[in-house]
Nanobody, 128 residues
Framework: QVQLVESGGGLVQAGGSLSLSCLSS????????GAWFRRSPGKERSFVAR????????VYSDSVKGRFTISRDNAKGTVYLEMNSLKAEDTAVYYC?????????????????????WGQGTQVTVSS
C-alpha cells in the first residue's frame, strides 16, 4: 500500500500563488503517474494535472493550463503543484494521486478511476 501525504493549501487572494506538495511512501520515484484532482462543493471530482514517471510528459486540464505547473522529484518521492494567477473558480479540495503502473498519455489517462492511491485532500480557497 502506498501512502500519500499532502502539504500546502490555504487561503490566498485572487491573482496570487500557492504551492502544494505530495509525499509518497514509495520512495524513491513516488510511483508511476502522479496526478492532482480537485472537488468543489456540489461538483464531481475533476482532473487538474498529471505527470509521467520520468517527468518528461505533463497533461493539464484546459481550465488550469498556463497557470499551474506540475513537477516531480523522484529522489524525494514527491509530486508538486505550483498554482499561479489563482482565480476564485480554483477554490476546491485538492487531492494528489498515484498510479501503480503506466497511464496513457491520451485523455483516458485523466480518469480518476485509474489512480489507486490518494492523499487526504487539502483545502485551497481563493478570495476575490
Amino acid at each position: 500500500q502506498v501512502q500519500l501525504v499532502e502539504s500546502g493549501g490555504g487561503l490566498v487572494q485572487a491573482g496570487g500563488s500557492l504551492s502544494l506538495s505530495c509525499l509518497s511512501s514509495r520512495r524513491p520515484a513516488y510511483g508511476y503517474e502522479g496526478a492532482w484532482f480537485r472537488r468543489s462543493p456540489g461538483k464531481e471530482r475533476s482532473f487538474v494535472a498529471r505527470i509521467s514517471r520520468d517527468g518528461s510528459r505533463t497533461v493539464y486540464s484546459d481550465s488550469v493550463k498556463g497557470r499551474f505547473t506540475i513537477s516531480r522529484d523522484n529522489a524525494k518521492g514527491t509530486v508538486y503543484l505550483e498554482m499561479n494567477s489563482l482565480k476564485a473558480e480554483d477554490t476546491a479540495v485538492y487531492y494528489c494521486a498515484a498510479s501503480d503502473g503506466a497511464v496513457t498519455a491520451g485523455p483516458g489517462g485523466n480518469n480518476w478511476k485509474l489512480y489507486r492511491h490518494w492523499g487526504q485532500g487539502t483545502q485551497v480557497t481563493v478570495s476575490s
